[in-house]
Structure formats: C-alpha cells, structure tokens
C-alpha cells in the first residue's frame, strides 16, 4: 500500500491556519458551513472529490427508493450529476474507500 501523504502534524498546520482564515472572515463563531463553504471558494475541495462524495453518499438512498434495483440505481445517479453509469459504478465500487479517516491520515 501507497505511505498516504498527510501527516497528523500537518493536518494540525492546516487546520490552525484555516481556522484563522475563517475567523478573520467570518468571526470566531463561524458555523460549519461558513467552514465549509471557505474549504471550496479557495479550490481546497476537488469538485470530483465533492461529486464523488455526495454520489456515495447518495447511493444507499437511491437504492433503497429503487427496491434494490442497482441498474436504475446507477441510472439515477448518472442523470443526477450528469456522469455515465460506467463512471457512477467506479465512484460507488472503487473510489468509496478513499472517504475514510484510515486512508488519508497517517
């Protein structure tokens, strides 16, 4: 396996610098979406990385309103964020483990 490439004292840089960043922006009681709405303005979330989320995220419910249907499922999912349900099925069966703590912090 690939050495991940954050640091935990990095991350720790990182995360002191965004957070005056934001208050200078926002205040010191800047919600999570001023957060988060900060992280993407400065181009610190890749928009496929956020595609890529929300269709993981998206995939249970969808397969659940579809009874089990993954075909209809993916189908769905591809006219929704305007993707091909070839590329729907890579971020769902390939791209899912990249979102969890184990695989970007080392």
């Not at 490439?5 to 979406?33: L, P, R, T």
């Not at 390939?94 to 970007?104: E, G, I």
Request: charged share 35%.
């Amino acid at each position: 396996m690939a050495i991940r490439q954050n640091k935990i004292e990095i991350i720790d840089e990182f995360v002191e610098n965004c957070y005056n960043d934001i208050k200078v922006k926002f205040s010191e009681e800047a919600g999570i979406k001023n957060v988060l709405m900060h992280l993407i303005e400065r181009g610190l979330v890749d928009p496929k990385k956020l595609r890529d989320y929300m269709v993981i995220r998206d995939f249970p419910e969808i397969l659940k309103e579809n009874k089990g249907h993954i075909t209809y499922t993916f189908m769905d999912l591809s006219i929704k964020y305007d993707i091909s349900d070839r590329t729907a099925q890579n971020i769902v069966y390939k791209k899912s483990k990249t979102f969890r703590p184990k695989y970007n912090v080392r």
